[in-house]
């Protein structure tokens, strides 16, 4: 059996030079026939599609699903460089590392198309790549990105915010929802707020609110100075695994946000 030390050097192996930062894909669909999608049956639309399809999505980006998770209202994938939501008039789809996030766009569209939707709202964003040489066309470079959506999108338009010197953010929208009448009467208040919070170096002590921390999981939390397995922090870390449910692990997402105060940052009504 493998020591600890050794899984530890493996995992470090595999995380040396992984790009963490998230590409995020929405895509928002409407009826063709110009129908309101809240019509849409909440088990229709895009989630009329199964795991099946959704494997066969998820393989073009390089990926596998891990995990279905239904839910009343959208169906919860958990996959091998992080996540996919679907629901009725809409996919959302998460990924890290140089996954190949946007050459899944056109298989959507026609699968959407061929139930009767389309797009009426894509976004696609990411923050700027520690580790851009590693990616792969069309994730080479935002220039690459916003030509292969223009493709699609010929109307679509890119933002960069902040300094191109640090952290910044790219962002690609294309908005094609009717807000207006025929007589021009406004017809459609955008209602939707999106707030994103990006974590970096954070305490190993809040770290475990999100996850449940191994000494085999998450070595890098238990190295002593000398770079190695410290086995008392190990056992501990084992312990608090066992007793995640009641002690530092949260048992949901919500949980989670109000123990680490991120709920303060928008509080309801806001």
Known sequence: MPSANML????????????GAEKKMEIDFVPITGEDPETLPVDGGMRQYRREFWSDVVA??????????????????????????VYNDRVIILTCGTTLLLKTLPTMIQAAKDIGLEVSWFQYSR???????KQQFPHTSFD???????????????????P??????????????RRE?????????????MLNVY??????????????????????????GEGEVDAADADAGKDSNANANTTDFCASTEEATQ???IDKLMPDGA
Request: a negative charge; aromatic letters at 14%.
């Open 127 to 133: 923050k700027n790549f520690l580790f851009p040489e």
């Open 164 to 177: 191109m010197t640090s952290d910044h953010w790219y962002l690609f929208v294309a908005d094609f929802i």
């Open 181 to 193: 009448s025929v007589n021009g009467n406004r017809k459609i208040v955008d209602k939707d707020q």
């Open 8 to 19: 530890a050097d493996k995992y470090d192996e595999a995380l040396e030079g992984f790009e």
């Open 259 to 261: 123990r680490a105060g």
């Open 60 to 85: 073009l980006l390089n990926g596998t699903i891990l995990l279905h998770d239904p839910q009343e209202r959208f169906d919860a994938y958990l996959i091998s460089e992080s996540s996919l939501f």
């Open 199 to 224: 974590m970096y170096d954070i305490d190993p002590t809040v770290a475990q609110l999100f996850m449940r921390a191994d000494s085999l999981i998450l070595p890098s939390i238990f190295r002593d």
């Open 144 to 162: 690459h990105e916003v030509d292969f959506l223009h493709k699609i999108f010929p109307q679509g338009r890119p933002f960069v915010m902040g």
